[in-house]
Each structure stands twice: as C-alpha cells, then as structure tokens.
C-alpha cells in the first residue's frame, strides 16, 4: 500500500462526501485507540477547522481517555468529554431493574455503550452540520465486530477498505503516538476484553484471510460463519419483496 497515497485520496474523498451532503465538517468518537486516531488525523486534516472529537467514557478504563486526550493534543484536534457513565446507570436500572454490576457480562446492557456514543455523536451533528464519521475498518466490518447502530451506527467509513494491518501502516506512516498504534485493540465495553480474546482469532490471521483466501480450515471455517452471520448488520433493514 503506498500510505501517503491512500491518506491523500481518503482526504479527498472525506472532502468530496461532506461536500456532496452540504455538511461543513466532522465528528468523531475519540477511544485513544488506533482506528479512532487515524480517522481523527484523516478529519483534522480534511477540516482543519470544522472537526470535533468526542471522548464519552462510560465505566471504561481512565487510561482510555488518558490516550484520547494524548492523541488530541497531538492532533491539536478539538474535543469534548461526555462523561456517559450516570445516564449508562440510569438506563441500566429502568431496563432491568437492577443496579449496574460491573463484575456481571451481558452483550444486551454491554451493547447500550456504543449505541449512547451514537446518540451523543448524531446530537452534535445535527448541531454543526457535520457528518458522524465512524472508524469500523474492514477487518471488523468483514466479520460484524461491532454494535449495530451503535459504532456502527455512521454516515461515513474512511477505513472500511483496509484491513487491520493496512490501518496500523496509515498510523505510522502518519507518525501517531507509538504508545497508541502499539497497545492491543479492544473495544473497552468490560474489563479485560481485547478483539482477538473475544472473537477467537487473530488480526494478523484475519487479515491473510481477507487478503488472501489463506487460513488454516478452522480459522477459515470459523472468519466464514462469522462473515455470514453478520451479514444482516452490513446491509439497510430488510423489506417485504411484494
Ligand atoms: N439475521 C438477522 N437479520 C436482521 N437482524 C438481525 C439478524 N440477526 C441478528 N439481528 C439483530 O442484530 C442484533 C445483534 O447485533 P448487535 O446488537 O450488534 O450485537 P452482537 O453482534 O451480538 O454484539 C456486538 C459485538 O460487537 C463487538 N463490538 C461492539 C462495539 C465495538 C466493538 C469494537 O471493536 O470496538 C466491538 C461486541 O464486543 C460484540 O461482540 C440482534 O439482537 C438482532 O436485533
Ligand atoms: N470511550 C470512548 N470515547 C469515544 N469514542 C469511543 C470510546 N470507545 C469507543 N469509541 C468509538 O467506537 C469506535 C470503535 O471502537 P474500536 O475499539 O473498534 O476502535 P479504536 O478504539 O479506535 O481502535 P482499537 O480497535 O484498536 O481499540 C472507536 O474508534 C471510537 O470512535
Ligand atoms: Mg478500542
């Protein structure tokens, strides 16, 4: 991948999409991790001035916001916290009856994370005429390793045709924080979850996969049956044939 390319043609293109909607810039959730720094650097150079990062911790780990904060200054990249914690509580007790256990997993109540980050996204949208522009790359988008509606729950998706190893090449090539492009991806909804724990398999295994076709029959059978059962969040709601 020439890097210096791709990040110019992915400016371009952000420029054309905003132009194309009447939007006047963007707005981003900023986790400190990597995918969110790239798109980050991406926007701040595609609108040096109309370009918000939003860091909405909700019971995650105050490191995450640390990296946020360290890669917004870096970008010199506006940012707003959204401290999503008490109404994540209050939402939890109306829906289950029950307080907030941090100890306990469940995908339903850890899924309301990503979907408040969307609600809060799409709210300053709307204030400033900017896009939402999400960080799903297509490593996650290829096997439905997000929350529908919630981080995936976007207008545009820069990333969407690079692999997680191809999104790593564009960090450094842009010369983010080492601290960032080298700490494992997680999606912070519990203690302790990082993608390749979660999912089962590794990045670098996903990534030959995608690129080449190539992966030991189980890896093979297992990136399939996730690809196919996902299928639904790549597409618009389903409508009667008739
Ligand atoms: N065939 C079908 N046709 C139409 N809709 C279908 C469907 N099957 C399920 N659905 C719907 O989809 C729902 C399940 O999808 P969804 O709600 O997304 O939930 P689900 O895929 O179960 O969970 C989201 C996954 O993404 C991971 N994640 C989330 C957020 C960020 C990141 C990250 O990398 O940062 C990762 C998270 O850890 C978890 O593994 C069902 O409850 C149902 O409403
Ligand atoms: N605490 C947070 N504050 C703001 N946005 C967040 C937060 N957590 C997640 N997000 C948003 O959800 C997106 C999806 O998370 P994901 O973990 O896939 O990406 P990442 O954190 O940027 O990179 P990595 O996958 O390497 O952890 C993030 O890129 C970011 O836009
Ligand atoms: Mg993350």
Redesign the pocket.
């Known amino acids: 991948m020439d890097a210096a390319k791709m990040v110019a043609d992915l400016v371009a293109w952000l420029q054309e999409e905003a132009a194309k909607a009447g939007a006047k810039g963007a707005v981003?959730?900023?986790?400190?991790?990597?995918?969110?720094?790239v798109?980050a650097n991406l926007c701040r150079l595609a609108f040096p001035d109309n370009c918000l990062g939003?860091?909405?911790?909700?019971h995650?780990d105050p490191a995450?916001?640390e990296d946020?904060h360290l890669v917004a200054r870096h970008l010199e990249l506006p940012v707003v916290e959204v401290v999503l914690d008490d109404i994540y509580d209050r939402l939890v007790l109306l829906l289950t009856g029950q307080p907030f256990s941090p100890g306990k997993r469940n995908l339903a109540l850890a899924n309301l994370k990503?979907r408040l980050?969307m609600l809060t996204l799409y709210f300053h949208a709307n204030e400033r005429n900017y896009l939402v522009v999400?960080?799903?790359n297509r490593s996650?988008l290829t096997v439905g390793y997000?929350t529908k509606y919630g981080?995936g729950g976007v207008d545009l998706l820069p990333l969407a045709n690079l692999v997680k190893s191809q999104v790593r090449e564009l960090a450094r090539y842009l010369k983010l924080p080492e601290r960032i492009i080298g700490?494992p991806?997680?999606?912070?909804l519990w203690a302790g979850q990082t993608?390749e724990g979660e999912m089962g398999i590794t990045y670098e295994d996903l990534d030959r996969y995608i690129l080449t076709g190539q992966a030991p029959p189980a890896v093979k059978e297992k990136i399939e049956a996730m690809a196919a059962a996902s299928a639904h969040k790549r597409r618009l709601p389903l409508t009667p044939p008739f």
């Open positions: 981003l959730g900023l986790s400190g991790g990597i995918d969110s720094a798109v939003l860091i909405m911790p909700c995650s995450d916001a946020a990503p980050r999400g960080t799903g996650e997000f981080d700490k991806p997680t999606a912070g993608d």
